[in-house]
């Protein structure tokens, strides 16, 4: 389900507002008094948005002194995974991926960073974050760790959340592959062919960038994250290095599909053709002995003899057996 504000949320557009010391939750806070507790020694701010309005964000913004170029790409909501670096915090995009009904829906997940705080901001189609939430929370040792350990948590939440999606497309996938060469793809086949190799090369995109972004992590000296927890945004670039071989892999299986399924059909045309040739060259015996007795010349031979029409009949069936005989030799028939 996703995680919207729930009727005992202080606002809309808030999920959720917490204040952390020392790994335990400390209070629920409000937006207005969010800055004051990230600026007190020891305390990280857990912020969690869906869908927020321009006013709430702008408000936040003012809270954690965060950039108006990130405020204004949080509010867009179509941006390309990245990760922004500012004076005194850090903005991250990603792409979230979840299945409904069937399909994959995308949507984003814009997270800013900073000494005190962390405020993700959702939009669209993803599993719900109080999950995270949950489980940052029951590991007090780990949550103590800062506000960089809640960064690496919700990311390998979300990539975590592309495997139920891949698992999803690959039972199509595998579907696909045991009748292509059974049975000639109908435009429906194509079409869903055509569907999951979009929805792949989407999630590929989404992905990619993502496992840039963790390699920033790692690698730079990012505002609020330790160089103690790099190895962990390497897990979660593994787990992005896993995703990308398996929509590889899935996209050249319906590559290979479709190429196979246009050379099945070639072949079945082919064949028919074949089938055609022959028999035409087997009917053209009779049409020619036919069209040469049925001209109006009064002196052909055996015209008038009394045998001539069995004789005419017995030779046109004897080369019709012969062709049929030899083409079916040659596996034309």
């Given at each position: 389900m996703d995680e919207r504000p729930t009727t005992t949320s202080k606002e809309a557009g808030v999920v959720a507002a917490s204040v952390y010391s020392e790994g335990r939750r400390v209070?629920?806070?409000g937006i207005d008094e969010a800055g004051e507790w990230a600026r007190r020694e020891g305390h990280i701010v857990w912020i969690g948005l869906y869908e927020p309005s321009v006013a709430l964000l702008?408000?936040?913004g003012r809270q954690f002194s965060l950039h108006h170029l990130a405020i204004e790409d949080a509010i867009k909501a179509h941006q390309f995974p990245k990760l922004e670096e500012y004076e005194d915090s850090a903005f991250i995009v990603a792409r979230t991926a979840q299945l409904v009904d069937g399909r994959i829906a995308f949507g984003e997940t814009h997270i800013f960073v900073g000494?005190?705080?962390v405020v993700s901001v959702r939009h669209g189609a993803s599993s719900s974050y109080a999950h995270v939430r949950e489980r940052c929370e029951a590991r007090i040792e780990r949550l103590s760790e800062g506000e960089d350990f809640i960064v690496y948590a919700i990311l390998d939440f979300i990539v975590d959340n592309y495997f139920p999606v891949l698992d999803s497309i690959n039972e199509e996938v595998d579907d696909i592959e045991d009748h292509v060469l059974a049975t000639t793809m109908g435009k429906g086949e194509i079409e869903q062919l055509y569907t999951l190799r979009?929805?792949?090369l989407r999630l590929r995109n989404a992905a990619t960038p993502l496992a840039d972004v963790c390699r920033r992590l790692e690698?730079?000296?990012i505002v609020a994250i330790d160089p103690i927890m790099r190895p962990h945004?390497?897990?979660v670039r593994d787990h992005l290095r896993r995703v990308q071989e398996r929509?590889?892999?899935m996209r050249e299986t319906l590559a290979f599909a479709f190429e196979a399924s246009l050379m099945t059909a070639q072949m079945q045309q082919t064949e028919i053709s074949r089938r055609?040739?022959?028999?035409?060259?087997?009917?053209?015996?009779?049409t020619a002995i036919a069209g040469i007795y049925g001209m109006n010349f009064e002196h052909m031979p055996e015209l008038k003899w009394e045998y001539g029409y069995y004789v005419v009949l017995g030779v046109t069936l004897t080369i019709c057996v012969a062709l049929y005989w030899r083409l079916r030799r040659a596996g034309w028939l």
């Open positions: 209070a629920d806070i702008e408000r936040v000494h005190g705080f979009r929805d792949l690698r730079s000296d945004f390497r897990d929509i590889d892999t055609l040739a022959a028999w035409a060259a087997i009917l053209a015996v009779p």
